[in-house]
C-alpha cells in the first residue's frame, strides 16, 4: 500500500490522482483471476469492494445485458474506471456544472459526450463530471474497475429529458449500508 503524498493533485492536498486511479483500475482489470471471482447475475448489476490506492473507494461491477446507471455524478470525488470485460458505453457532458443550487438545468447543444469502453479501456474524470455508464449489449455480461477518491462520495442522480437536467435525489454512504 502506498503512502498518500502531497504534490500536484487535482484539488486535494492529500490522496491519489485521477492518472493514479486510471493505472489502478486498469491494472486491476487486467487481473484476471480477479475478474473471474466476480458473480454474475442475469437479473442485476453485482459488486465487490476492492482497496484502492492511497485510501481510494474501489469496486468491481458486474453489468447484465442492458443495465445502466442513469445520469449522476460522485460530486467532490474524482475517479477513474476500466472495462475488464464486454463493452461499456459512458454518455457524458463536456462541461462543468453548478455544484449546488438548482434543481433542473437545461443543457446547450453540443456538450454530449459518448464513449465505448472494450475490454482494457478505461478513462479517468475529475470532480463534478456528469456521467452514465450502459451495457447495451443483448447477450453479453461487462465487467469493470471503477476507483473514487475522496472514498465514499455522494452521488448525485439526475433524470434527463432532451437537454433538461433534472436533480432527482442525493445518495449518501449511508443510503448504500
Ligand atoms: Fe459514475
New binding site residues.
Partial sequence: MRTPVSGPHSGAALGPTAAELLEFVRRTAADTDLIAALPLDPDGRTWIRLDGPGGSEAWLIGWPPGTG?GW???ADSL?A?STAAGTLKEQSLAVRLPTDGWKTLELAEGVDRSRQLSAGQGRAFGRHHV?E?LNESDTEHAVSV?AYYPPLPQ?RRYSRTGAVLRLEHVERPEDWQ
Fill in positions: 446507471t449522476h455524478d460522485h475517479g474506471f456521467h455508464v471503477h452521488i
